[in-house]
Nanobody, 122 residues
């Protein structure tokens, strides 16, 4: 019903920056799920963890580990969510995924992207 495609990952040195994008497309019935996507990340052997989301009141929320360094934003006209990542650290190395908003977690509109790899070297 919803297709999410992430891009923008890559390899950078510590202190560098990357900007990730997540573009949503899909069935018109899932139009509401194609904005406010959130970002998560996963390291091999560990559970996927929350990075940043849009809350239902429009505010943004960040994991403590990225607060002050990452910024989530979106262009609703393009069904695109961004994650600007500054002051990157080696511990930010992970596969980054976007997901449809939590309010769609129980619906057919729920979707994950395929991920984009971020590697930060010291």
């Amino acid at each position: 019903q919803v297709n999410l495609v992430e891009s923008g990952g890559g390899s950078v040195q510590a202190g560098g920056s990357l900007r990730l994008s997540c573009v949503a497309s899909g069935n018109r019935n899932c139009r509401g799920a194609m904005n406010d996507m959130g970002w998560y990340r996963q390291v091999p052997g560990k559970e996927r963890e929350f990075v940043s989301i849009f809350e239902t009141d429009g505010n943004t929320k960040y994991a403590n580990s990225v607060k002050g360094r990452f910024t989530i934003s979106q262009d609703t006209s393009q069904n695109t969510v961004y994650l600007q990542m500054n002051s990157l650290k080696p511990e930010d190395t992970a596969m980054y995924f976007c997901q449809t908003p939590p309010r769609y977690s129980g619906s057919l509109c729920k979707a994950w992207g395929q991920g984009t790899q971020v590697t930060v070297s010291s």
